[in-house]
């Protein structure tokens, strides 16, 4: 399992914009993809953004298409989510996961970092 600490969040009004970032450690070679979901109060945990870890393919939700960004560093074991033109409906708890290229799923999970967006 590799091991992740997201950080980056906080208060941000209607527009602005904010970098998540996320540091992964442990058996980071096993990665395969790596991704953000982002949870509101009440809401199912959804996909916002996900990048393969070798070739660097990219895939975003359709809602943050435009606006989020998402990147990595693998020589520094980091990615990244460039968040611009924020909106209230972005208000959420965002996550980093890891799917290693053994399994299926995304089945390593950071701690989540809270973003919210003031109108």
């Known amino acids: 399992q590799v091991q992740l600490v997201e950080s980056g969040g906080g208060l941000v009004q209607a527009g602005g914009s904010l970098r998540l970032s996320c540091a992964a450690s442990?058996?980071?070679?096993?990665?395969?993809?790596m991704g953000w979901f982002r949870q509101a109060p009440g809401k199912e945990r959804d996909v916002v953004a996900t990048?393969?870890?070798?070739?660097?393919?990219?895939y975003y939700t359709a809602s943050v298409k435009g606006r989020f960004t998402i990147s990595r560093d693998n020589a520094k074991n980091m990615m990244y989510l460039q968040m611009n033109s924020l909106k209230p409906e972005d208000t959420a708890v965002y996550f980093c996961?890891?799917?290693?290229?053994?399994?299926?799923?995304?089945?390593?999970w950071g701690q989540g970092t809270q973003v919210t967006v003031s109108s």
């Open positions: 990048i393969n870890w070798s070739g660097g393919g990219t």
């Open positions: 996961a890891a799917r290693l290229s053994t399994r299926n799923e995304y089945d390593s």
């Open positions: 442990g058996r980071t070679f096993r990665i395969y993809t």
